[in-house]
């Protein structure tokens, strides 16, 4: 199974900082990595999908980057809203895999 | 509006079997592919099970493969997930997503418990 690598585990900033968020995947996986927010007691999000895709509705401070087994989640101007876990995922084969999310604390 | 809910969570012991439901409301079932992922408390997340549209196509996880049977019935727009001989590890809460990766769409997510 591929392996999905997140960093850091967790971030501690404050709002109006630019956020960037990396995913690491043991193997090659092309685009195919989406991004989820998610909060506490709550279902996960979906903000970017084939690495770089904006899903409707989500606002454009989140933005995804990245190809081959390097990618990044940056949020340009970290909003009260913002401050949640967030997850990568690997689509491209299966199983699919979660990296092991990154917490976004308010500094 | 697309709606996911998912029901039959509970308190198992282990060994024991539970059948999970997710009734799908407001787009063509029929024409999507369903996956279950799961997180246990205070962990990340878990893809444990995709099925295709039709139900000829079925992936699991390592970690439930020969003890969860995922399935369908398009009729009754609705997606199950069938788990015997349930683990401790298997403690969860238990999503329902629609498509087969970028989940767009999540139930509330419903709450199995293994535990003597």
């Known amino acids: 199974a591929i392996q999905m690598t997140q960093s850091p585990s967790s971030l501690s900033a404050s709002v109006g900082d630019r956020v960037t968020i990396t995913c690491r995947a043991s193997?090659?996986?092309?685009?195919?990595l989406g991004w989820y927010q998610q909060k506490p007691g709550k279902a996960p999000k979906l903000l970017i999908y084939?690495?770089?895709s904006l899903q409707s509705g989500v606002p454009s401070r989140f933005s995804g980057s990245g190809s081959g087994t390097d990618f990044t989640l940056t949020i340009s101007s970290l909003q009260p809203e913002d401050f949640a876990t967030y997850y990568c995922?690997?689509?491209?084969?299966?199983?699919?895999?979660f990296g092991q999310g990154t917490k976004v604390e308010i500094k | 509006q697309v709606q996911l809910v998912e029901s039959g969570g509970g308190l198992v012991k282990p060994g024991g079997s539970l059948r999970l439901s997710c009734a799908a409301s407001?787009?063509?079932?029929?024409?999507?592919?369903m996956s279950w992922i799961r997180q246990a408390p205070g962990k990340g997340l878990e893809w444990v099970s995709y099925?295709?549209?039709?139900?000829?196509?079925?992936y699991y996880a390592d970690s439930v493969k020969g003890r969860f049977t995922i399935s369908r019935d398009n009729a009754k727009n609705s997606l199950y997930l069938q788990m015997n001989s349930l683990r401790a590890e298997d403690t969860a809460v238990y999503y329902c997503?629609?498509?087969?990766?970028?989940?767009?769409?999540w139930g509330q997510g419903t709450l199995v418990t293994v535990s003597s």
């Open positions: 084939t690495a770089s």
């Open positions: 193997q090659a996986i092309r685009n195919a």
């Open positions: 997503a629609r498509g087969s990766a970028n989940f767009d769409y």
């Open positions: 099925i295709s549209s039709s139900g000829s196509t079925i």
């Open positions: 407001g787009f063509t079932f029929s024409d999507y592919y």
């Open positions: 995922l690997q689509d491209y084969n299966y199983p699919r895999t």
